[in-house]
């Protein structure tokens, strides 16, 4: 503790200062620091005025799969696979910069914002541990999110088939399916 680099803890202050101004959990912070809690806090208050919420972090892997938040999480992990794929950026870099494309992708769009980042960290561990996967969908060839078990040849995403009372997000999918599949087709 006493030697450690003056510059390699700037870096991480900068790293956490990033997660922070991006919404990140405690959790997510201190996955991704070697700062201690302590500090942490302390930075997250700096930042947002507030203490850090408490708790566990809700999140289970069927919020992914529900339709509204299934197009935000597939457009989300089309661009990090995207990122990690075809440029050196990996781990919670990719992580950062994949999430702050997504919100410009939104923003630019005019959606509402329905993926957290600490949802979006959440989800590429779920990815990594195989608990979710990406499939094709059969008719539009887009990657989305599954569940693992439920990974089936003839998936077909839910632009493909849109929930009657999604009819309001006609327009809505229409964005989001032509980003998911420019990048698929990437
Ligand atoms: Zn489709």
């Known amino acids: 503790m006493r030697n450690k680099s003056v510059l ?16 990140a ?3 997510v912070l201190e996955a991704n620091s070697n700062l201690s809690r302590e500090r942490l806090v302390k930075l997250y208050k700096e930042i947002t005025g507030v203490s850090p ?3 566990m972090l809700p999140f289970s892997e069927d919020w992914f799969t529900s339709w509204q938040p299934n197009m ?9 696979k995207y990122l990690t794929s075809y440029t050196d ?11 702050k494309l997504y919100l410009e992708h939104i923003e630019a769009s005019q959606l509402d914002q329905v993926l957290s980042l600490t949802r979006a960290w959440t989800l590429v561990r779920f990815i990594d541990s195989k608990i979710l996967s990406l499939a094709p969908c059969s008719q ?3 990657d989305f999110v ?3 078990l439920e990974l089936h040849s003839r998936h077909v ?12 997000t006609k327009k809505y999918s229409q964005v989001i399916a032509s980003e998911t599949q420019q990048l698929s087709a990437a």
């Open 72 to 80: 935000h999480s597939s457009l989300f992990i089309n661009i990090y």
């Open 89 to 99: 950026t990996h781990g919670i870099e990719a992580v950062i910069k994949g999430y």
């Open 157 to 168: 995403c839910g632009l493909c088939n849109i929930p009657s009372r999604a009819g309001k």
């Open 146 to 148: 599954v569940h693992t």
């Open 140 to 142: 539009c060839a887009g």
């Open 25 to 27: 959990r405690l959790q």
């Open 8 to 23: 390699s803890e700037a870096k991480q202050i900068q790293l956490a200062s990033e997660l922070i101004k991006l919404g």
């Open 53 to 55: 919420p408490k708790g």
